[in-house]
Every structure is written in structure tokens, then in C-alpha cells.
């Protein structure tokens, strides 16, 4: 049973637009939240991050919100660049786990931002 | 370049033949991981370590083992490599708990 869902495996838009990227979890404990963009035969990159204290983090054209009583949080990307075209992958993580160096990852979501 | 360094980049088994992947960093970083990533899942746990010296298992573990080298050097090892282990391996580090993690470019890895 996932953990961590992304339920929308691919997503297009439009270049200058905004693209909203997805996910839930499951587990209450999660209290840590990254974003990572992957690019073809390349690992993941840290993007932005988020505790559970806060509902917003930005980060120039990266935004996260984490929504804690629905289990959800979203990464706004705004304007959309032809370059951000990668799978996105949210992860999550528990202070009780070990502290928190168990980080669970979703599935990722393929962005396309077309020109 | 500073960062995470995982050889080889691509390698085919035999089902029954061992292989041990390597990986270093050179940030000085405390922590390191290994994680497989198969096509539709996310990035899996196979196994980490906290500190030098020290090793626990992920969420999957089977059929792995890892060693510790140094600070530097995290190895993985599969000791009689099975179909189901086909897969894309990754390494990364992160200098404390609960920091993002730097990942290295990953491993294919077929096993026929």
C-alpha cells in the first residue's frame, strides 16, 4: 500500500502558464515533505521542502502547500518553462522513523511544458 | 564536480552471478543510502547508513547486503542476482538527518 500517491502520472501545459503538481500520503506521522525533479538517465535533484509547521514554502518560481488535515500537499511552478519538462517526485518522512531518515517517495509525475 | 559517484553506470547479469555496485562522495557527508527505482513506483529504500560504521536495513532489503567502507564509500551487493532485481539503482548522501539528499546518477542493472 502506497504511502505516498501521486495520482496524475503525466501532466502537460502550456509554457509561461502555471503547472500544479500533486500528492498525498497517508501516514499522519509524515512531518517533512521534499520535492524532486528527475531528468532522464540522471538521479534526482533537491527542489523545495516543507515541514509540517508551516502551510507554504517558496522558493523563486517553486512553491509548495502542504494542506495537513487533508493529507495533501502541492508544488506550483510558475511561469513554466520549456526546462522544467521532468518527472517530479514528492517525498515524506517521520521523525518516529528512525528519525526521519526514512523518506518515502511517490510514484512521480511526468511535466511537460510545451512552447 | 563535487557530488555522488556510482559505477558502473550500466551492467547484465546472469541470474545467479553477484555484482557489487559501488558509491562516493566527496561532500563529507554522514549519511548515505541506496534506493532501487522500478518503472510506475518511486524510489525504493534498500538500505542506508546513518554514520560511518554503522548500517540498517530499508524497506527493501532481500537479497541485498551493503558495506560501510569509509565516510566516503557506500557499497551494495547482490550475492546470487534474481530477475526481480532488474532495476535502477541510485546512491545519494545528505549531511545531516532530515536534509535533502544529493543522488548520484544512478545504475541500470539487468539481470537475465
Known amino acids: 500500500d502506497q504511502q505516498v500517491k501521486q495520482n496524475s502520472p503525466s501532466l502537460s501545459v502550456q509554457e509561461g502558464r502555471i503547472s500544479i503538481l500533486n500528492c498525498d500520503y497517508t501516514n499522519s506521522m509524515f512531518d517533512y515533505f521534499l520535492w524532486y525533479k528527475k531528468y532522464p538517465a540522471e538521479g534526482p535533484t533537491f527542489l523545495i521542502s516543507?515541514?509540517?509547521?508551516?502551510d507554504k514554502n517558496e522558493d523563486g518560481r517553486f512553491t509548495v502547500f502542504l494542506n495537513k488535515s487533508a493529507k495533501h500537499l502541492s508544488l506550483h511552478i510558475v511561469p513554466s518553462q520549456p526546462g522544467d519538462s521532468a518527472v517530479y517526485f514528492c517525498a515524506a518522512s517521520a521523525m518516529g522513523d528512525n528519525y526521519g531518515q526514512n523518506f518515502v517517495f511517490g510514484p512521480g509525475t511526468r511535466l511537460s511544458v510545451l512552447p | 564536480n563535487a557530488g555522488v559517484t556510482q559505477t558502473p553506470k550500466f551492467q547484465v547479469l546472469k541470474t545467479g552471478q553477484s555484482m557489487t555496485l559501488q558509491c562516493a562522495q566527496d561532500m563529507n557527508h554522514n549519511s548515505m543510502y541506496w534506493y532501487r527505482q522500478d518503472p510506475g513506483m518511486g524510489l525504493r529504500l534498500i538500505y542506508y547508513?546513518?554514520?560511518?560504521?554503522?548500517?540498517d536495513k530499508g524497506e527493501v532489503p532481500n537479497g541485498y547486503n551493503v558495506s560501510r567502507l569509509n565516510k566516503r564509500e557506500f557499497s551494495l551487493r547482490l550475492e546470487s542476482a534474481a530477475p526481480s532485481q532488474t532495476s535502477v539503482y541510485f546512491c545519494?548522501?545528505?549531511?545531516?538527518?532530515?536534509?535533502?539528499?544529493?543522488f548520484g546518477d544512478g545504475t541500470r542493472l539487468s539481470i537475465l
Open positions: 547508513s546513518a554514520s560511518e560504521g554503522t548500517t
Open positions: 545519494a548522501s545528505t549531511v545531516r538527518v532530515r536534509s535533502s539528499q544529493h
Open positions: 516543507i515541514s509540517s509547521i508551516k
